[in-house]
């Protein structure tokens, strides 16, 4: 009986403290707990601005396992971490990401999951060093997603798990630009298996996520997974405009019943113009955010272009890439720029 593979995909951007200690702690563990495992360890660089490639380029001289997949620029987390998941060769793709965060030790926990016929091992954080401010936020999130979204997203899920083939495969034939990776697992995966785990603080010191990458990455999930905001627009709409125009006759047949009885009163107007306003303005960014989403999914472009494979040689077009000849440990491949 052929020996299982475990693809371990890496998604990095400005990871070069951390790249040494992942691979070390990812070999210990398959070798101390999952010896009867074949495995690689793929790291696909989102354009880093530090000494990240180089360190990759350094380890994979001298350790076939270790592979790289270079993006020609910075195309974002989720298309990274999406293009990420379709480089593995392995039975099951494993998916970690570069600072540490997420503990590679606790593999194990997942393969075996997957060995009892989960096809999708989620990892849940039970605790983060996150600050209040942001874990109140996430929290109304969630509450939010639970009650609009179409299909229920997993709360505290980043991507951190086990993929079986089957699931990458479908990944493949979904021809979006920007996937919201999140809605995408919850829509797709079938016989998810949740592990809760504690998260570590990041390798780099800090987040990469600022307020304002986590409000785009909210208004990507509201937007990829439900359609009752702009409906609730839509009532709410026709709501108000009942209600004004029910105002509008009530003092229509008034003015004529007594026509002394109304005076040009500003107050009323003046609240009555903000009140719409306030409703137009409100609904008009939320058509924005759909429009947003919709532009950026009926482009067609590539999800990411590749500027550099590492121990790893490139195919077109996002097809699963074949493992380079392991003759020589320091094979380096740097073709023309390809997309996926």
């Known amino acids: 009986m052929s020996r299982k593979t475990i693809s371990v995909v890496i998604p990095s951007y400005n990871e070069e403290r951390s790249v040494e200690e992942m691979v070390d702690r990812v070999t210990a ?16 660089d989102d354009f880093s601005t530090d000494g990240t490639r180089g360190t990759i380029r350094r380890l994979a001289k001298t350790n076939p396992r270790v592979k790289g997949v270079f993006n020609a620029k910075n195309f974002g987390f989720h298309r990274n971490i999406f293009s990420a998941l379709t480089y593995g060769s392995g039975d099951a793709t494993f998916m970690l990401f570069g600072d540490l965060q997420d503990p590679p030790e606790n593999i194990p ?10 096809k999708v091992v989620v990892g849940q954080r ?6 209040w401010f942001m874990t109140v936020l996430r929290r109304m999130y969630y509450t939010t997603i639970r009650h609009l979204s179409d299909t229920t997203q997993i709360a505290r899920f980043t991507g951190y798990g086990l993929y079986d083939r089957e699931f990458v495969e479908t990944l493949k034939d979904i021809d979006d630009v920007q996937p919201f990776f999140k809605a995408v697992v919850a829509e797709y995966g079938l016989d998810i298996a949740i592990v809760q785990y504690d998260q570590a603080k990041s390798a780099r010191g800090k987040s990469n996520f600022n307020f304002l990458k986590n409000y785009d990455f ?6 990829a997974s439900t359609k009752l905001m702009m409906r609730f627009a839509t009532f709410l709409a026709g709501i108000v405009a009942l209600v004004c125009l029910g105002v509008a ?20 107007v003046t609240v009555g113009i903000f009140l ?8 008009i960014g939320v058509l924005g955010e759909y429009i947003l989403s919709i532009n950026g999914r009926i482009t067609r472009k590539p999800r990411v272009v590749v500027g550099e494979w590492v121990n790893l040689r490139g195919s077109r077009a996002g097809r699963l890439p074949d493992a380079a000849p ?3 440990s320091d094979e380096t491949e740097q073709p023309r720029p390809e997309t996926a």
């Open 29 to 44: 563990v398959f070798r101390e707990r999952l010896p009867a495992y074949d495995f690689e360890i793929i790291f696909v």
């Open 109 to 118: 926990e997942f393969v075996e999951r997957w060995e009892q016929g989960d």
């Open 126 to 131: 039970r605790s983060s060093d996150e600050g």
């Open 218 to 223: 909210a208004m990507q999930g509201l937007t």
């Open 249 to 268: 006759v009530f003092v229509l047949v008034n003015k004529l019943i007594d026509w002394e009885r109304y005076s040009a009163g500003e107050a009323s």
């Open 276 to 283: 719409l306003g306030a409703v137009q303005l409100f609904f």
């Open 326 to 328: 392991a003759t020589r």
